[in-house]
Nanobody, 121 residues
């Protein structure tokens, strides 16, 4: 019913920048909170940042001051601007969104397939 597609990942050197995008499509009624998570091998998926429908944001301590989350509600798209990247930011990044979708209008969480971000030292 709802699909999330991430883009913008890749390989960057320490100190570089990347901008991730996540676009939702399908029978969307409304999108509530959207967020970026990341996961490395053998570790649990962790929250990087999230943003609610009013634009209120939350950041993990590890990325505060370096990453900025934003969204364009008209485009059903969320962004993550990542600056001053460090090798420890290397991970598979996942998009998550709480979406109310037709025909039930029930809200549930959806995940993207993930996109790799690699920061070389």
């Amino acid at each position: 019913q709802v699909q999330l597609v991430e883009s913008g990942g890749g390989l960057v050197q320490t100190g570089g920048s990347l901008k991730l995008s996540c676009t939702a499509s399908g029978r969307i009624v409304t999108i509530r909170t959207m967020g970026w998570y990341r996961q490395t091998a053998g570790a649990q998926r962790e929250l990087v940042a999230d943003i609610d429908s009013s634009g209120r944001t939350t950041y993990a301590d590890a990325v505060k001051g370096r990453f900025a989350i934003s969204r364009d509600n008209a485009k059903n798209t969320m962004y993550l601007q990542m600056n001053s990247l460090k090798p420890e930011d290397t991970a598979l990044y996942y998009c998550n969104a709480d979406v109310a979708a037709a025909p039930t209008w029930a809200t549930r969480g959806y995940w993207g397939q993930g996109i790799q971000v690699t920061v070389s030292s």
